[in-house]
């Protein structure tokens, strides 16, 4: 947004909910609601870095094949109530 170049006065890494223009340019660059920047503001502090963690919430990470290999790891373990020929 062009407010934020054109102010270097401004700490950027800080949010200031009193400031319209802050909350404009802080909603439009999280892509969230007014009210969940005001909440996170309350919740984590004015912390820009500590506001975006907040509002993206847990990063969960998916392995591809993660899927695949329990699919192949249940068809290779021993059915239940079967016994092996070595343990018998």
Same mark, same amino acid.
């Given at each position: 947004? #062009? ?44 912390? #820009? ?40």
């Amino acid at each position: 947004m #062009a407010q934020h170049d054109m102010n270097p006065d401004v700490d950027w890494r800080q949010i200031d909910i009193s400031e319209p223009h802050e909350i404009a340019y802080w909603t439009q660059t999280f892509e969230c609601t007014e009210s969940q920047l005001r909440d996170s503001v309350r919740l984590v502090g004015p912390s #820009a870095e500590q506001v975006r963690l907040h509002l993206r919430g847990p990063v969960v990470r998916r392995v591809p094949c993660a899927d695949g290999l329990l699919a192949i790891a249940r068809r290779l373990a021993p059915k239940p109530g079967h016994l092996s020929s070595a343990s018998a």
